[in-house]
């Protein structure tokens, strides 16, 4: 990992030798992974930064460079000033590749500053921070009849009175929900930050009182929402990239199947599955909001109505974003494509294309806490991927394991054997 300034720029200089725009990709875990793979293929040269070393991507082979940058958790200051220094030594502007919300708020937030040097194909930090604020979203979804699950906003209250429990829309709310109920915040970040929770389950007036009070002294907003009892195959995913005009050049569908831990944890087993109805959905909630980028927002199927729910929107590129790739919706290549004025549309998905993230796949098999065992990963699927000679019409690929550039693999064996932990939220 390049530590040095000079050093940095000299890999610069390397990367402007090689005729084509670069690829900037932060951090270098799983997702940014599979966005280098995916445009290294294609002879995009990538610099991939990170605040610290150990991310599961920062040894493929795909990486023209590695270079240590500066953390986020200042609001993107520094990381923002140390692009602006060595922006001038691209010939080409770069494109970025934000792969968690963190790094996507720094950019966003200094998208005007850095256009100077750099090409940004996503939102500002207005269009994000709509999509991202769950009441906003929600009555977004409701004014374009979009199914969500049944909701009960408390913006027409304010802070000071949800602090002191002295409203009538929260009484009103707290005698008119099911319990138990799902408390979700309007800003995750900062709600994960104060309580480490994703959101809050309460299951009494009381504790709904309660947990309401102490969000809004820290100026969080919540909404409550009925739990859906989401059969297990129900989680969809629309996933697309969006042009400057909110046109979508690239949409798949897929289903997460398992996740590990079981109960709260992010995707290990997840299948490409088109369905028209929700792709739409998906596409209709992004031109409303006048998104640009790439995103995935997440459906539930509703057991009781039949009906996909929209659940959640992540203006980002995300964990398995390699299931896309593998499917032919090249979300990477499509932002990186259109970025640099050489924009493509992409061709219908192939479908029956599963991925896996193997080092979470096998504890949750071990453990015996899958949810939908037929479903589980064959033994002629197993030996396809770890043969390399996947047949066309194969269906499994992996977010670290490829044959074609294995150190990342012996990386997760690594950390396994040794204990050596990453941190990143994805």
């Known amino acids: 990992m390049i530590t040095e300034r000079q050093h940095l720029l000299d890999a610069i200089r390397s990367l402007n030798e090689q005729g084509r725009p670069a690829?900037?990709?932060?951090?270098?875990?799983?997702?940014?992974?599979?966005?280098?793979?995916?445009?290294?293929?294609?002879?995009?040269?990538?610099?991939?930064?990170?605040?610290?070393?150990?991310?599961?991507?920062?040894?493929?082979?795909?990486?023209?460079?590695?270079?240590?940058?500066?953390?986020?958790?200042?609001?993107?200051?520094?990381?923002?000033?140390?692009?602006?220094?060595?922006?001038?030594?691209?010939?080409?502007?770069?494109?970025?590749?934000?792969?968690?919300?963190?790094?996507?708020?720094?950019?966003?937030?200094?998208?005007?500053?850095?256009?100077?040097?750099?090409?940004?194909?996503?939102?500002?930090?207005?269009?994000?921070?709509?999509?991202?604020?769950?009441?906003?979203?929600?009555?977004?979804?409701?004014?374009?009849?979009?199914?969500?699950?049944?909701?009960?906003?408390?913006?027409?209250?304010?802070?000071?009175?949800?602090?002191?429990?002295?409203?009538?829309?929260?009484?009103?709310?707290i005698a008119q929900v099911p319990y138990p109920v799902i408390l979700k915040p309007d800003e995750s970040r900062a709600f994960y930050e104060a309580f480490k929770a994703k959101v809050f389950v309460v299951n009494t007036p009381e504790e709904f009182r309660a947990r309401v009070r102490e969000a809004a002294s820290q100026n969080l907003r919540l909404v409550a929402q009925r739990i859906i009892d989401t059969p297990p195959g129900g989680f969809y995913s629309v996933c697309s990239y969006l042009d400057a005009n909110s046109e979508p050049r690239g949409v798949f569908v897929g289903r997460k199947l398992e996740q590990y831990p079981p109960t709260f944890g992010t995707s290990c087993l997840a299948d490409s599955r088109w369905v028209p109805d929700i792709a739409q959905r998906g596409v209709q909630v992004l031109q409303a909001l006048g998104f640009h980028g790439i995103s995935e927002i997440e459906f539930v199927l509703d057991p009781n109505t039949g009906k996909q729910l929209l659940l959640d929107v992540n203006t980002r590129s995300w964990k398995w974003i390699g299931l896309p790739i593998a499917s032919g919706i090249d979300l990477p290549l499509l932002a990186y494509q259109d970025a640099i004025g050489a924009p493509f549309d992409a061709p219908q998905q192939q479908d029956g294309i599963r991925w896996t993230f193997l080092r979470d796949y096998v504890k949750l098999v071990r453990e015996r806490s899958g949810v939908i065992p037929e479903e589980h990963v064959t033994r002629e699927e197993w030996l396809d991927l770890i043969s390399g000679q996947r047949p066309a019409g194969g269906t499994l690929v992996d977010g670290i394991l490829d044959p074609d550039d294995p150190a990342p693999f012996y990386d997760v064996l690594k950390g396994e054997l040794f204990g050596f932990l990453y941190a990143c939220a994805c």
């Open 23 to 173: 690829a900037l990709t932060f951090n270098t875990h799983i997702t940014a992974l599979a966005i280098a793979r995916s445009l290294g293929r294609q002879g995009v040269p990538i610099l991939a930064l990170d605040r610290e070393g150990g991310g599961l991507g920062q040894h493929s082979k795909y990486l023209s460079a590695l270079a240590l940058c500066p953390d986020v958790d200042d609001g993107g200051e520094a990381f923002t000033d140390f692009l602006m220094d060595i922006g001038p030594h691209f010939q080409e502007r770069p494109v970025l590749f934000p792969t968690n919300d963190d790094w996507v708020f720094a950019v966003a937030r200094h998208k005007g500053q850095l256009e100077r040097f750099y090409r940004v194909p996503f939102s500002g930090q207005d269009v994000i921070d709509t999509a991202l604020t769950k009441t906003a979203l929600y009555r977004q979804a409701e004014t374009l009849g979009i199914p969500i699950p049944q909701s009960w906003y408390l913006d027409q209250a304010s802070l000071t009175e949800l602090a002191a429990g002295q409203s009538d829309v929260l009484e009103r709310t």
